[in-house]
Nanobody, 124 residues
Framework: QVQLVESGGGLVQPGGSLRLSCAAS????????MGWFRQAPGKEREFVAA??????YLADSVKGRFTISRDNAKNTVYLQINSLKAEDTAVYYCAAELTPYSGEYYRAEDYRYWGQGTQVTVSS
């Protein structure tokens, strides 16, 4: 059973930065497609970023501020978030799909495994 554990969320002031981490339980991690999604109160879960092999994909709303990366030796994917805005406030979820080209990288339903989420709150 694949397990994903997110960390790194918290309360940050506008303009601040955070780095979210998602640690996976399996050694075959390097072949997976990994994604980050977020869900704000009262809103649908939305795509933020994905990484497949070394290729990265970002939602238009976060380009220039967010970066996704992975460390296969640590079975971990990261989401670096800079220049945080109030509208970035949400629960951020890590997701994994073991077949990297299955479905679409931006669709939540095309990821099989999910973490528990980590809260990011941007407020002064």
């Amino acid at each position: 059973q694949v397990q994903l554990v997110e960390s790194g969320g918290g309360l940050v002031q506008p303009g601040g930065s955070l780095r979210l981490s998602c640690a996976a339980s399996e050694r075959t991690f390097s072949t997976w497609r990994m994604g980050w999604f977020r869900q704000a109160p009262g809103k649908e879960r939305e795509f933020v970023a994905a990484i497949r092999w070394s290729n990265t994909y970002l939602a238009d709303s976060v380009k220039g501020r967010f970066t996704i990366s992975r460390d296969n030796a640590k079975n971990t994917v990261y989401l670096q978030i800079n220049s945080l805005k109030a509208e970035d406030t949400a629960v951020y979820y890590c997701a994994a799909e073991l077949t990297p080209y299955s479905g679409e990288y931006y669709r939540a339903e095309d990821y099989r495994y999910w973490g528990q989420g980590t809260q990011v709150t941007v407020s002064s």
